[in-house]
């Protein structure tokens, strides 16, 4: 799976950029087990909001090592951000040593911004909430906000579109809503 997030020329209108966009995510996602959910602009940039089908295998890994390996092909300053340590002690281990420092909770992000940000939302299936992505509640709210606003020019969302669309509070949940929004 390859993903193209370039900006275009100056010439081009804001539809072309976008049709384009959409075509070149549709083609390179046509065979994966993730489906591109809902390409718009934040910020002059694309967000990318990538989850997982019911009828494929299940591997959110393989979805970031490949995003990964895009972002670090495309040119700018990129983190991935997560809301809990022991997720970023995770990523940290996965990504390898030299990418260790680009690993960070959004908290440690505050007050820095990039050009690229890619945030690995926390999907809790069983009995842990997950209280920092949570957006009903002041800290949840707060998390998504500065991770959202970290990003200058591309946001990379990273979740279980599934577990986010089905919650019994989906729609008081930002990430829930922006993945019913996606379809």
Partial sequence: MSLLLTPSAASTT?????TRRSAVLREALKDSSFRRSLLVNVIGGATLILHHTPHATYNKQSVGR??????????????ILA?????VRLIQHLVGHHLRDR???????QGQEWDTVIFCATDCQHQYHPFLTDSTIPQGNATLNTAI???????????????????HDAPHQLLSRLMLQAG
């Fill in 66 to 79: 490949t995003t990964l390996a895009e972002v670090q092909n495309r040119h700018g300053k990129f983190v």
């Fill in 103 to 109: 690993v960070m909770t959004v908290h440690a992000a």
């Fill in 83 to 87: 809301p809990y340590t022991k997720q």
């Fill in 149 to 167: 606003s970290r990003a200058q020019h591309n946001l990379i969302l990273v979740l279980d579109g599934n577990y986010w669309s089905q919650r």
């Fill in 14 to 18: 804001m539809a072309e950029r976008s």
